[in-house]
């Protein structure tokens, strides 16, 4: 009887800080631009940083995820 052997590894692998640099740097983006937008429409500078604290916790789960 045939086997069919699947891959090598496991097929889902957990990173929680990510494997490329690419990813990170998408991060920065988002988190800076959602920053200096909330900064700018409520002038409020600890909003601002509070949005890209949460930005960036919210896009690392995302991140490791996949």
Not at 15 to 30: A, K, N, P, Q, R
Not at 32 to 41: F, N, T, Y
Not at 42 to 56: E, K, N, Q, R, Y
């Amino acid at each position: 009887m045939h086997t069919v052997a699947g891959p090598p590894g496991p097929r889902y692998k957990f990173s929680l800080l990510g494997t490329d640099w690419v990813e990170w740097v998408l991060i920065g983006v988002i988190s800076g631009v959602s920053a200096v937008g909330v900064a700018a429409l409520g002038g409020s500078i600890l909003a601002a940083v509070l949005t890209a604290i949460l930005v960036v916790g919210v896009a690392a789960m995302v991140i490791a995820l996949l």
